[in-house]
């Protein structure tokens, strides 16, 4: 009986045990969710905050003075140099792989033994003044050699001669005004334009329209001038006998002029070089403001429309055709012996290889060459992108790794066309479409000093204002504050006070062919000028032999804060978008986004009288926006509710949230720019820098009033609607619930 009751309890003891461990073992399951979502999040952000304090504006100064000691122009060896020196460091940074990955593309450069310049000629046909051939060199840069002077590259060769027709900045506006409004034809004359407004690109396609034989390039000081300042090196404002350089091709996405669409390898077909893509067919030069002024001193002919077309040289502004009084005999000549030639280039690719989805992609990519020195472009950029590397890099020496592969990229002949992100693209198009969550761009860190700029897709927005608001601001009068606040309150949205204002992605950067033809999510972040008062254009010096360390170190950012801000945000970018378990997209902001650009371009369409009277509705545009809107909301109530323990589950909708950018690609792309797929974004044709929303409709509606069949015309405008309302309602329904 003892024995039996013994037993019994024993019975009893292991019930109440094994009770005990399933209500513990219930309980513990239930809320390990809770649990361990909270530590992780505390984990997640405390490595964010480690990376962002690792970034030290005294290594992002140290980087910059040492990249910008010498040239570095795409194609000459003191660039692959950098690349060799820039690989060797992500290499003892510890990336898992570091590699130079090289192309051979058509690039462009001045004939060493018969310079360009531009000549007056008299009567006679003798010259009696010619443009200087180089800027003299900066204080401490006497000895340097291997500076390119200034020119454009892929400038068609020539000597044109001829009279003189000032075109104010070479916009089709300006063209319009000077043929249909005062009479005067360009056929056959060179014409002179000033930098400025536009993608200096546009300004020779423009003059080439109007029939112009050659186009003379300069900067103004009213565009690369600011008040009160000194031109360097006693201020940062453009001295007189500087010149911008610039490449002039017309790509349009196409990457290398010779291989369009493809890699630029060895076994490519080429084009020939007449055949190539975007090339000028008429000469090109750039020069300084004082050899301008002497250019357009005697201008003759008609005076200029009004004070827009006037700049602050000491001249009239007269646009001729050709001079006046007894220099009307008088003839301008252009000498312009630039040469084409492949060449090989080396972009520099790291690799830190993602831990749980190491087939998903986040790129970090700036490029390397420059024109001269590169001290602001694209330098403050390229020391940046070796910061934040390093900075990655001692993240993992401690143990960590992403969540998702993060691409680091060092590009090489951005300025020649884009040419090493392109191409490298290309190569990688297939496997770029199928796993890249996002591409954030690495391009200088600063055009002003006034506040933060961001270009992005809106996916994007919500990310930067999350970050930005736990990123100290470097501004005077902020120090207590986030970068969040200064931005904000320097530049709200002119469509929302109550946020800073964020800009469509054009072009003019590596980002292009990420975004605009392989629909990979893009950003970029810079510091840039005070959009309201400073009216100059870019920074003065841009693309000079002045565009030093010292311009930097003395005037822009002499603590290298600014920079250090934008490293950390970039970076910021790159670490949430590799490592939160949920890619941190929001489509509810493309939504709103579709619904403002909709209503934009359809108020853009209401200012033609015709649109009534050939029937155009954009009744199924704005039907496909509440559509997107509707299944936008849903996919987020949804993303609210998914198991985050469940990998396939989380997959499934992260991969909804990387291809939804995918969703807006058109693979037969706009009308005339195959390579700009992107149906909501694209380059303006008008200027490549700027971003135009519905560029299929806005680009079918300019100026249509002139066009000989207005019928056919308003039928085009009615394709490109239908376009763009199939695509966001097919880009809706990749945002459906996916059965498991």
Known sequence: ??????????????????????????????????????????????????????????????????????????????????????????????????????????????NESNANYISILDEQGIEVFKTSYLEPPPDG??????????????????????????VNYARIEDFFKLEREMGINCTGKIVIARYGKIFRGNKVKNAMSAGAIGIILYSDPADYSAPEVQPYPKGWNLPGSAAQRGNVLNLNGAGDPLTPGYPAKEYTFRLDVEEGVGMPQIPVHPIGYNDAEILLRHMGGAASPDDSWKGS?????????????????????????????????????????????????????GHRDSWVFGGVDPTTGTAVLQEIVQSFGKLMSRGWRPRRTIIFASWDAEEFGLLGSTEWAEENAK?????????INSDSSIEGNYTLRVDCTPLLYQLVYKLTKELSSPDNGFESKSLYESWLEKDPSSENENLPRINKLGSGSDFEVYFQRLGIASGRARYTKNRKTDKYSSYPVYHTVYETFELVENFYDPTFKKQLSVAQL??????????????????????????????????????????????????SLFSAVKNFSEAASDFHRRLTEVDLNNPIAVRIMNDQLML?????????????????????????????????????????????????????????????????????????????????
Request: aromatic content about 12%; some cysteine; glycine content about 6%.
């Open 1 to 110: 009986m003892a024995k039996s009751r013994g037993h019994l309890y024993l019975w009893m003891c292991l019930a109440a045990a094994l009770a005990s461990f399933l209500t513990g073992f219930m309980v513990g399951w239930f809320i390990k969710p809770l649990g361990k979502s909270a530590t992780t999040l505390r984990y997640h952000q405390s490595v964010r905050w480690n990376l962002v304090s690792e970034m030290k504006a005294e290594n992002i100064k140290s980087f910059l003075r040492s990249f910008t000691k010498l040239p570095h122009l795409a194609g000459t060896e003191q660039n692959l140099l950098l690349a060799k020196e820039i690989q060797t460091q992500w290499k003892k940074f510890g990336l898992d792989s570091a590699k130079l990955v090289h192309y051979d593309v058509l690039l462009s450069y001045p």
């Open 141 to 166: 840069y006497e000895n340097v050699t291997n500076i390119v002077p200034p020119y454009n590259a892929f400038s068609a060769q020539g000597m044109p001669e001829g009279d003189l027709v000032y």
């Open 313 to 365: 040289l000491n001249v009239d502004y007269s646009v001729g055709p050709g001079f006046t009084g007894h220099n009307s005999f008088r003839k301008v000549k252009m000498h312009i012996h630039n040469i084409n030639k492949i060449t090989r280039i080396y972009n520099v690719i790291g690799i830190i290889r993602g831990s749980v989805e190491p087939d998903r992609y986040v790129i970090l990519g």
């Open 431 to 439: 496997t770029l479409q199928e796993r890249s969550i996002a591409y």
């Open 570 to 619: 970039r970076g910021a970018l790159v670490y949430e978008l590799a490592d939160s378990q949920i890619i941190p997209f929001n489509i509810q902001d493309y939504a709103k986004a579709l619904k403002n650009y909709a209503t934009s371009i359809y108020n853009i369409s209401k200012k033609h009288d015709q649109v009534k009277d050939h029937g155009v509705s954009f009744d």
């Open 660 to 740: 939804v950018e995918r969703a807006f690609i058109d693979p037969l792309g706009l009308p005339g720019r195959k390579f700009y797929r992107h149906i909501i974004f694209a380059p303006s044709r008008h200027n490549k820098y700027a971003g135009e929303s519905f560029p299929g409709i806005y680009d079918a509606m300019f100026d249509i009033e002139n066009k000989a069949d207005p019928c056919s015309a308003w039928r085009e405008v009615k394709k490109h609607i239908s376009v763009a309302a199939f695509t966001i309602q097919a880009a809706a329904g990749t945002l459906k619930e996916v059965l498991l």
